[in-house]
């Protein structure tokens, strides 16, 4: 299996992972025949790159962080939990919510039971392979990125608990913000994006004094779009005076943003959006918390295509945990992009002079 961007993904080509619709079930099987329409409509959809069969990469299997199950009961309790509040604009008063903090509670046991499995799991784009809402998927992708830091940090599991519910609600104030400006296409007006600035101030008046949700994950809300340097917003707080939660918020809601395909932009590759991330280290964000993200993230996904500064072409079969820009890759074709007969693996962590000089994207800019 290989993760082919969409605009060279082909007809003919199969499906090698399955893909959920907005309500969690299957959109499409694995193994599905694409088609020009079927290409054309899950672009349409934002998705930027497939799963796809090849047998060339055959037993690659894509390392789920969270099980399906989980995935499934996160993303339908962070749905329903949303659009509650979307409908309720103005009718909230202290203690409205307490069945938010119980049911988000049982979410983060899944999600923590799944990741204590997995303890060395990587940050890997977790947004692949749904077509759902995207603040959805967001606040997931978020909470799962923190939590994966957190752990990596030294965080108790009531710290984690508590770090992973402001990383699920970190945006629960863009409920409170119109449509038209949340969901418009081109850029803001300064008018709108004060608007949606104010999502920060909502969600912690929202959380504030709920109480099944510790007052720190109000402040996550209200802090999250907050920087190092006193630039961020609504108050402009600068170094300690962000609470440390807000701040690996901050970092993960950043990556996932870029990481993610918006219907204004394309979705930027794990390699460009920790070097983006890090244009801002010192100023932006805390520097030793960027350093590490910055390990735990796989930075060339599972199953992307690479080229080398050999002049071939491979797949990106393993993650090695301890040099992840270092993988193992299967070798496709020679110098002169000639398919090779018999591919054949290089571990990059031991062979030092083989580098990864460019990430197929299908575009011609990265
Ligand atoms: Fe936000």
Not at 1 to 18: A, Q, T, W, Y
Request: proline share 4%; glycine share 8%; hydrophobic share 35%.
């Amino acid at each position: 299996m290989r993760m082919m961007p969409i605009s060279m993904c082909r007809p003919g080509m199969k499906l090698g992972k399955r893909i959920y619709a907005d309500d969690g079930i299957v959109l499409l099987a694995e193994g599905v025949e694409l088609t020009d329409s079927l290409i054309r409509r899950l672009g349409d959809k934002g998705i930027s790159y497939l799963y796809i069969e090849d047998p060339r990469t055959e037993g690659v299997e894509m390392p789920e962080i969270l099980s399906e199950e989980t995935q499934r009961q996160a993303l339908s309790c962070i749905r329903s939990v949303f659009r509650d509040l979307v409908d309720q604009p103005g009718k909230r008063h202290a203690g409205t919510y307490p069945y938010v903090g119980r049911s988000l509670r049982q979410v983060m046991h899944l999600v923590m039971e799944d990741l204590q499995r997995n303890r060395d799991a990587m940050i890997m784009l977790m947004n692949l392979h749904t077509v759902d809402h995207y603040l959805y998927m967001h606040s997931l992708n978020v909470c799962v990125y923190s939590v994966l830091l957190g752990m990596a940090y030294g965080y108790n599991s009531e710290e984690l608990t508590t770090l992973g519910l402001g990383a699920l609600l970190h945006d629960v104030g863009k409920t409170q913000i119109s449509m038209q400006v949340l969901l418009k296409p081109g850029q803001l007006t300064d008018r709108e994006y004060e608007e949606m600035k104010r999502h920060t101030e909502r969600g912690f008046f929202l959380l504030k004094d709920e109480p099944n949700i510790p007052l720190i994950v109000a402040h996550c809300a209200y802090q999250h779009h907050e920087r190092l340097n006193g630039s961020g917003y609504p108050r402009g707080l600068k170094g300690d005076e962000i609470h440390e939660y807000a701040k690996w918020i901050g970092i993960v809601d950043s990556y996932d943003a870029m990481t993610s395909h918006r219907v204004y932009r394309d979705a930027m590759l794990p390699h460009r959006a920790v070097e983006t991330l890090y244009t801002g280290s010192g100023t932006l964000y805390d520097t030793s918390m960027l350093k590490l993200f910055r390990d735990k993230v796989a930075i060339y996904p599972l199953g992307i295509t690479v080229k080398l500064n050999t002049g071939q072409t491979a797949v990106v079969v393993d993650i090695n945990a301890a040099s992840a820009h270092r993988p193992v890759v299967r070798v496709l074709t020679d110098e002169a992009g000639v398919d090779l007969k018999t591919p054949y693996d290089i571990d990059l962590s031991k062979q030092l002079s083989v580098m990864i000089t460019k990430v197929e994207t299908g575009r011609s800019d990265r």
